[in-house]
């Protein structure tokens, strides 16, 4: 973009001389429309590597380094009867837990079956007594 800047530049000098050689206002009209043009396309062009270059000072490079380490199968402790009931019995531990507190997250719903089972169930005991 420079170079087309530089070459529009040095197009805007030659038109400028032979505005200074005209001899006549048809040709003086011709040559300031042609200059007019130019300065417009020199001045966006400008604009344009302004803003590329604004970009540039702004912008942002973000790297994610990691180290891969190798990998080290230990069959001692995998491979142990003991070791696999130990983890069995923590992980059940764990699942028992977690069903435990869902139950306890949703007691709203709770809330609204109690109130269900009831009104079926009175509504059960009207219908027996009529």
């Known amino acids: 973009m420079e170079i087309r ?13 032979l505005l200074k050689q005209a001899k006549n206002v048809q040709e003086i009209l011709e040559i300031e429309e042609k200059i007019r043009v130019l300065e ?8 344009r590597l302004k803003y590329l270059s604004d970009l540039v000072d702004y912008s942002t490079l ?29 992980k ?13 997250r949703i007691w709203p719903f709770w809330i609204i079956v109690a109130g269900i089972v009831y009104l079926w169930r009175k509504i059960k005991r009207a219908k027996r007594k009529k």
Do not use: A, C, H
Request: proline letters at 2%; charged letters at 35%; aromatic letters at 16%.
């Open 5 to 17: 800047l530089d070459n529009k530049r040095n197009y805007l000098e030659r038109y400028n001389d």
């Open 40 to 47: 417009e396309e020199i001045e966006s062009t400008t604009g």
């Open 62 to 90: 973000n790297l994610t380094i990691s180290k891969i380490e190798e990998f080290k199968y230990n069959p001692d402790n995998r491979d142990r009867f003991s070791e696999r009931l130990k983890q069995s019995l923590s």
């Open 92 to 104: 059940g531990w764990y699942g028992f837990v977690d069903f435990l507190l869902f139950m306890i």
